[in-house]
């Protein structure tokens, strides 16, 4: 009974606390612009089936997304064998489907233990890919310190994970004769052979109770951690953008401007801008200014590498690191997220502070940026391959944030790499990239002569 | 050789079949101007009904919109699509996958709908009817070739396969560099890069990929793009190779296999 209790009291608090923290995320996301996402719903649940579930993307590399699946496989169908924990700590009673399921229970309870073999050795490969080998795209700048820590933590916890699975198996089956015939605990339990039952007993409960707090451990620290990606690659697929790669987003604010300037609106309509009112701000600066699918998409971030890995610019030892961009995306959210739940006015602004009663992310202003975060050097370095995109397995899109922040940089602050200013102005004066002496088709004429 | 404008032939009350959008670099760049008039030649030798908009065209605003000034993408792009529109263009072909992409993939959005090819597939389009015939024993037969997939058409917009059917066509030998198709690696040019010097880093974009290029001991480097052919041709002279390594459009290859 007390356990009952226990078991009842520990699943409130560390469900209650981790829906709190999503919840968090989930303002957090919705911090950025609506960004009407449209297209195809059988595309997109393709995409969650295929990438989400499939991990058809991991599989371009297929070492680490072999040892990965074993990892998520073992992951997924423990979830089953979640049920029966809770229903056992709830009711008391010991293995509630084994006397129902007989046969069946233990076949479905044997395969939870092969996964949850191959899944110990795939994490022991991870860790030794990460700790020993050192795999480059694993030790760039923006892994130092915390993420860093963070993929360990998250394999140390899988590998207790499998012990207490285990060590409650084993036990268990010692102290029932091995009469539930598991795949592996049978060949596990011999080691209690001689143990008293109240031995076998404590085994199995410090089995049982070490992997519900390992799971619910687990549950509080996803929002903390880029493990997160195991929930948000679903959302994050079925959202993907599904328009061609090679658009950029119009902005029909510019769009209309320049068609009325260029005489092109039809039937006279006013679409200039108010020249009186505030000067809009074109871009993104912040979080605020990209879209909620740019921030879901930082949330959603593994941490792999597998887009700063062939980033030209950084294959090429520039600044630029798509990945670091995602994680900056996040970590700003996160940082606003933290301002505003503190609910300090300090954190209003300047112009606002005086009737301000309520901190809100339309008054937020706590004098930084993005720009804080991710440097121009780092923009302006990219070639807009597209091969981040690419590479990404689940389906971020590392380019569009960076877009917008040059968008940023070159409309509303009027800067940007002065060598640009040539192709601009040649642009605009005489329709070409360079300002040329001679006519666009001058290279007809000489073919003529 | 002749090559029409849309101008010259609305005056004979005529509209070709296809609008050859000829591009910034394919106008102006001694380099790029090469490959713009062996595809004229081809386009010539088949007998297309073409035409191109000559000093009607303007940059397709690209670089301007990847480096990020809007304004400027609106006003070029707004008056392209007037010109195009006012003659009312149905199809266009052009030998710059940035063109191609702007084109095809953001015009719409501005008002501008056209069926929009880049002369590689029309390349392979005209090798497969028939029109292009390969002269046999030409001078790249048994050469090794290795291709260099431009970021925009091929990543961006897909087209891996015309490009390779092409040189298929040419018999030479292809050698794919370990980056290819879907992981290409860029030339360094795209996102208005062209316009500017590198950010500070151990390497050239360039330099990285012709290095690629040279390991496949290929003799020719094959590209679709302009700014890839700028970009590979500074990285072979980078590396002193420009004597034994030669980089060329698709168009100029069969052009030079079959003397047109
Ligand atoms: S699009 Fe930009 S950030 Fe992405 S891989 Fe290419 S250069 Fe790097
Ligand atoms: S953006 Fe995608 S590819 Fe890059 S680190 Fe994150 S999950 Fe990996």
């Known amino acids: 009974m007390i356990q009952q209790i226990a078991f009842l009291i520990i699943s409130i608090l560390a469900i209650g606390l981790a829906t709190k923290q999503f919840l968090k995320i989930r303002r957090n996301v919705l911090l950025g612009k609506e960004e009407e996402i449209g297209g195809d719903s059988g595309r997109r649940w393709r995409n969650v089936f295929l990438v989400a579930f499939g991990q058809s993307k991991m599989f371009k590399r297929w070492i680490p997304a072999i040892f990965h699946f074993f990892i998520y496989a073992a992951f997924v169908i423990t979830q089953i064998e979640l049920i029966e924990i809770f229903i056992d700590g709830l009711t008391g009673i010991h293995r509630f489907f084994w006397p129902t399921l007989g046969g069946f229970y233990t076949f479905v309870i044997s395969f939870i233990e092969i996964l949850s073999v191959l899944a110990f050795v795939a994490t022991v490969i991870f860790l030794i890919r990460r700790n020993i080998i050192k795999t480059p795209r694993f030790e760039k700048p923006e892994m130092k310190g915390w993420p860093k820590q963070d993929a360990n933590i998250i394999l140390y916890l899988e590998i207790f994970l499998i012990v207490f699975i285990f060590l409650m198996n084993s036990a268990d089956m010692a102290s029932h004769n091995n009469e539930y015939g598991f795949a592996i605990s049978q060949y596990l339990s011999p080691i209690w052979s001689g143990a008293s039952e109240s031995t076998l007993h404590l085994m199995e409960r410090i089995g049982w109770w070490g992997h519900v707090m390992v799971v619910f451990a687990f549950l509080n620290y996803l929002p903390i951690s880029k493990h997160l990606h195991i929930l948000l690659a679903f959302p994050n697929t079925y959202y993907a953008r599904q328009n061609s790669r090679g658009e950029m987003e119009n902005m029909p604010e510019i769009m209309n401007e320049v068609k009325s300037m260029m005489g092109l609106t039809e039937g006279g309509e006013e679409a200039m801008m108010d020249m009186d009112a505030e000067l809009p701000e074109f871009g993104a600066k912040d979080i605020f200014d990209l879209s909620w699918k740019n921030i879901l998409d930082a949330y959603s971030c593994t941490e792999c590498g597998r887009c700063t890995s062939v980033c030209p610019a950084n294959i090429t030892g520039k600044k630029l690191s798509p990945r670091k961009i995602l994680m900056d995306i996040r970590d700003r959210a996160t940082e606003v997220g933290v301002k505003l739940d503190s609910g300090n006015l300090d954190y209003v602004r300047e112009d606002l502070k005086a009737e301000a009663k309520k901190l809100t992310k339309d008054n937020f202003d706590d004098g930084k940026n993005l720009f804080d975060f991710i440097s121009k050097e780092e923009l302006h370095a990219c070639t807009t391959c597209n091969a981040c995109v690419e590479a990404c397995p689940v389906l971020i899109n590392p380019l569009d944030p960076i877009l917008k922040m040059r968008r940023y940089e070159i409309l509303t602050l009027s800067e940007g790499p002065s060598e640009w200013l040539p192709m601009f102005n040649a642009i605009e004066n005489s329709g070409a990239v360079w300002s040329m002496p001679v006519e666009r088709d001058h290279w007809r004429k000489e073919l003529e002569e | ?260």
């Open chain 2, 1 to 260: 050789m002749k090559v029409p404008t849309m101008a010259e032939l609305a005056a004979e009350g005529r509209s070709p079949e296809i609008l050859f959008w000829v591009g910034c670099a394919g106008s102006f760049d001694s380099r790029a101007q090469k490959v713009t008039i062996a595809f004229c030649k081809i386009l010539n030798a088949v007998g297309m009904d073409y035409a191109i908009l000559g000093n009607e065209e303007s940059c397709t605003g690209d670089p301007a919109r990847r480096a990020g000034n809007e304004f400027i993408f609106q006003m070029s792009a707004l008056q392209n699509i007037e010109v195009l529109n006012g003659y009312e263009i149905k199809k266009i072909v052009t030998a710059c996958p940035h063109c191609f992409n702007t084109i095809k993939n953001e015009y719409p959005a501005l008002g501008g709908n056209y069926e929009v090819i880049h002369h590689t597939q029309l390349l392979q389009e005209l090798i497969d009817q028939g029109r292009i015939k390969m002269k046999e024993g030409g001078a790249f037969e048994g050469k090794k070739i290795t291709y260099h997939d431009s970021c925009y058409l091929g990543r961006i917009n897909g087209v891996y396969e015309a490009p390779r059917k092409v040189l298929e066509a040419l018999d030479n030998e292809l050698v794919e560099m370990k980056r290819c198709r879907t992981k290409g690696l860029c030339c360094g040019a795209g996102g208005a890069q062209m316009f500017k010097e590198d950010e500070p880093g151990d390497k050239r974009i360039n330099i990285e990929r012709v290095e690629e290029a040279l390991d496949t001991k290929a003799e020719i480097i094959a590209a679709n793009c302009p700014f890839c052919i700028t970009m590979m041709q500074d990285g072979v002279k980078g590396k002193d190779k420009q004597e034994d390594v030669m980089v060329y459009d698709l168009a100029e290859l069969i052009v030079n296999n079959n003397g047109l």
